[in-house]
């Protein structure tokens, strides 16, 4: 999913939209046979979000909006995962609260925060990846 096109990519299903969008969460839980209305039934095996925000060069106002767009995805996450599942999400350093820290490290066994070798050294971003899902 993107607000942008997406070029199309062999057996994947795409979709363009605001993933903060009720339009966007309803294709998704169409997709995964989630409810909409509750928790626990995940069947996903993992969320990944790449998305982040066009930058404006303030950072305290880049810092926000990246966190916003990670609290949707671990908003979905909670809901879209199996127990056991993954939740790969891109962040700032420095940018993450310790309430969602908390509420990310309380729902999963695994919390790394990693900066892959591909992201640019003078870059914020960082990456949260939490494995073993609890439910
Ligand atoms: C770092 S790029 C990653 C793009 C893609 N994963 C790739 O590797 O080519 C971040 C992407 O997040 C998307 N994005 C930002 N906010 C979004 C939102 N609310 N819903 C869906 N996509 C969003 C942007 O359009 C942008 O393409």
């Known amino acids: 999913m993107d607000l ?6 062999n057996g994947v299903e795409t979709y363009q939209g605001d993933f903060t969008s009720d339009e966007a969460l309803r294709w998704l839980e169409e997709k995964l046979n989630l409810p909409h209305d509750e928790f626990g039934q995940g069947t996903a095996d993992i969320v990944m979000s790449d998305m982040a925000p066009n930058t404006v060069g303030h950072k305290k106002t880049d810092h926000l909006r990246q966190m916003v767009l990670l609290e949707y995805a671990f908003d979905f996450a909670l809901k879209a995962l199996k127990v056991g599942g993954t939740f790969v999400a891109k962040s700032f350093t420095g940018g993450t609260t ?5 509420q990310i490290n309380s729902h999963f066994e695994h919390v790394h925060h990693i900066k892959p070798p591909s992201s640019r050294k003078d870059s914020v971003e960082m990456f949260i990846v939490a494995t073993g899902f609890k439910g």
């Open 98 to 102: 310790n309430d969602l820290i908390k």
């Open 4 to 9: 942008l096109e997406i070029k199309p990519i």
